[in-house]
Nanobody, 116 residues
Framework: QVQLVESGGGLVQAGGSLRLSCAAS????????MGWYRQAPGNQRELVAI???????TYADSVKGRFTISRVNARNTVYLQMNSLKPEDTAAYYC??????????WGKGTLVTVSS
């Protein structure tokens, strides 16, 4: 079993910054893919950014140039630095890890609210 714990959400004004963290714990050897998704009220969950253990990254077009994903493999921790935040970035942000032994794991989410 793998557990993901997110932190770092909160309320920020437009143009501000936040940094999200997600730490994975449990029985696992390594995690190839870790990433962040978000879901705004009434919307489907969408990809924000993912990063592989080798450092390859993928970003949603809407966050390119503003968000940066990074990870510390030895700690099984992934970060999301969010700059120049916009009201449309308001959502619950979920950490994702895996698949690990064929299973994809999700955190419980952390809320990001950007006021205009």
């Amino acid at each position: 079993q793998v557990q993901l714990v997110e932190s770092g959400g909160g309320l920020v004004q437009a143009g501000g910054s936040l940094r999200l963290s997600c730490a994975a714990s449990g029985r696992m050897l390594s995690i190839n893919s870790m990433g962040w998704y978000r879901q705004a009220p009434g919307n489907q969950r969408e990809l924000v950014a993912i990063i592989t253990s080798g450092g390859s990254t993928t970003y949603a077009d809407s966050v390119k140039g503003r968000f940066t994903i990074s990870r510390v493999n030895a700690r099984n921790t992934v970060y999301l630095q969010m700059n120049s935040l916009k009201p449309e970035d308001t959502a619950a942000y979920y950490c994702r890890a895996g698949p690990i032994n064929g299973i994809t794991y999700w955190g419980k989410g952390t809320l990001v609210t950007v006021s205009s």
